[in-house]
């Protein structure tokens, strides 16, 4: 005997209003958008990855007998080019930031919905381009293009890897444009700028970077191509043109690009530092103007990259300080996050486990910074491996822990699922493991002289090469697991509430997932972000 | 009205109007920014070769110049009376001053065409063909790159800057224009202007500076 429970049909929401294949692939909705950039840049991760193993299983030994040098040259700038302008770049943004800022802030969509599907599709077109270009041969300039080599001389693909670069660019203006306007004008009653979440604050500081860097390393990659398709250009020696002057213009971009990849880390971070110490965040303010600050500084860092290409020593000088004083705005942020865990009610959910591992391993790349921003330092492990580690701290350690530290803490919200939690701490667990053994060995490596973009080294650093090999399979691993717990919760695990983790926040006050248009009704914001205190209270009361 | 003017994420179509031109005052900043890099380079590029510079320079056409300059002034005039003519009303007016912007801007166009031609007839397009008389000539082709990628990437500008007169042309005689409702007229005129802009620091920087130096 069996009885029938009357099931009323499911709420309609984002995801499940239509099923046609045209219905994703045309919609102007934020959140599917931001699902369309989750799918392409995961796609784009193992790719990158990809790169990533075979680079680490060529320096297994000191001899170069897996790749030659020239494949091996274009190994690394495979690795490059997709992990930064086709995953780093639009991680965080285009995927969280899309979903997120319009649920966060109470509106509806974006300011200009189709200019966002716009920038998806130029986003494809960008990485079709450099797909292009890596399978048809690939490129060995390295990912940073320096001339005359990358327009003169070298016989790979440049100019269909630089036509992605140029295209994927604008992209991110588009994205940043749009988040720009919509910030301005699209907020709910009453959440005024001091009331916003700083998720939403470091998307305000990234977007500009966005919109006044990207379009300098367009005309740079411009001038590039044109140099190299007709013979003349203006960084020609020949002609009386400038190299260094490439350097300048690529980097004016290039450095702020480190703060588009690490600034809306530190908007998840903010976020989940403050949900799970049950807190405000402490200095709220000071976090929201250190986002703004390191926009500004981070304009005025490029020549730190220069400090051996000829650049002048007074130059040099200025940017070594200028350089020295973005760590000021950083070191706010990490400051306040831990004030914020001081007398918190501390839950280690997974979430929380990123945001840890964000703060220690960004703090440690943030303070091998002020070793390269030293001018007599620089000289000594400039090219070698300990930038790569440095670098890789940031990016990987930093801007990764916090991509999937964001991940889990909105998948519920996301696809109206809980993800397995026991598997989702293990897995947090290897990446933390992996990614030091990793890249630890390499700030050594560099520091005792091994220069990155080689194949061979001398013998005696195989130990520690061995290790990092050895760490980047584990890391592999750690990102393996997550891949497959998050395809299997979507149809498996527990159906999540609309505010599992009790947060605060306006995304979290809307059914999981939410529906087309996010909000029943516009919503009123009475409070500042972040009332934790008062939250507690009421559940006390109760 | 033609068509439903107000997008279902705005409340009010003065949100919607504060949205549009901030997206376009952001878009141009961008633009900015694009230019800016070009400039920069060109600058350095002065400085450090001025003499050839200006040799290279006294080879432009000041007259036509100076004609592509009152021609583009004018139209950024008219752009401005058909913003106007959108704002009170007057469909007639609106159509006629669209129109006579993206003849004016034609006409630009194809004057810089006509200089275009007389460069590659003189021998001064950089390239396996460049030809340039006396010991400055390695540097005066430098020259002739900036100013070939400079006013072609602004007349690559005044080209969409045509194409979007001639859909607001189109927009305007299906009356889809009221007091009430002229965004894309205004936002557009933005651009234009922008456009216009850019000229009036390529035409000193380009064809004036330095030309009563050298040889």
Known sequence: MTTRLELSPPPQHYLNWSYTARSWLLS????????????????????????????????????????????????????????????????IPAVLGNFLIPLMIGARDLAFPKLNLLSWYIFLAGAAFTMAAVFSGGVDTGWTFYAPYSSVYSNSAVMLTGIGVFITGFSSILTGLNFIVTIHTLRAPGLTWFRLP??????????????????????????????????????????GGDPILFQHLFWFYSHPAVYIMILPGMGVVSEIVACFSRKRVFGYSAIALASLAIAVLGFLVWGHHMFVSGQSAYASNIFSILSFLVAIPSAIKVFNWTATFYRGSIAYDTPMLYAFGFIGLFTMGGLTGLFLATLAVDVHVHDTYFIVAHFHYIMVGGMVMAYMGGLHFWWPKITGRMYPEGWAKFAALVIFIGFNLTFFPQFVLGYLGMPRRYHVYPDEFQVLNVMSSAGASILGVGYLIPMIYFVWSIRHAPVASSNPWRAAGLEWQTPSPPPADNFPETPVVETEAYPYSEMEVEVVDV | MSEQALAHHFDTIEEQKEASSLGMWVFLVTEVMFFGGVF???????????NAFAAAS????????????????????????????????????????????????????????????????????????FRFEGPLARNAELFYIFYFSMTGLHALHMVIGVGLLAWLLA???????????????????????????IWIFLFPILYLVGRHHGP
Request: hydrophobic residues 50%.
């Open chain 2, 58 to 129: 006294h080879h432009l056409d000041i007259a036509l110049g100076g004609i592509n300059t009152a021609v583009l002034l004018t139209s950024s005039l008219t752009m401005v009376l058909a913003v106007n003519a959108a704002a009170s009303g007057s469909r007639k007016a609106l159509l006629g001053f669209l129109a006579l912007t993206a003849v004016l801007g034609c006409v630009f166009l194809g004057i810089k065409a006509i200089e275009y031609g007389h460069k590659f007839e003189d021998g001064l397009f950089p390239g396996p063909g």
């Open chain 1, 198 to 239: 700083l998720f939403v604050w470091a998307h305000y500081a990234t977007s500009l970077i966005m919109v006044l860097g990207t379009p300098v390393l367009a005309i740079t990659v411009a001038l590039l191509a044109l140099e190299r398709l007709f013979g003349v250009g203006v960084f020609d020696p020949r002609i």
């Open chain 1, 28 to 91: 102007t909705d934020h959140k599917r958008i931001g699902i369309l950039y989750l799918l392409s840049i995961t796609f784009f991760f193992f790719i990158g990855g990809a790169f990533a193993v075979l680079i680490r299983l060529e320096l297994m030994t000191p001899a170069g007998d897996l790749v030659h040098s020239e494949t091996y040259n274009r190994l690394f700038t495979a690795h490059g080019v997709i992990m930064i302008f086709f995953f780093l770049i639009p991680s």
């Open chain 2, 40 to 50: 920069t380079a060109y600058a350095i590029y002065r400085h450090d070769y001025f």
């Open chain 2, 171 to 197: 927009l305007s005689r299906r009356g889809t224009f009221r007091p009430g409702y002229y965004t894309p007229v205004e936002v557009v005129g933005l651009y234009w202007h922008f456009v216009d802009v």
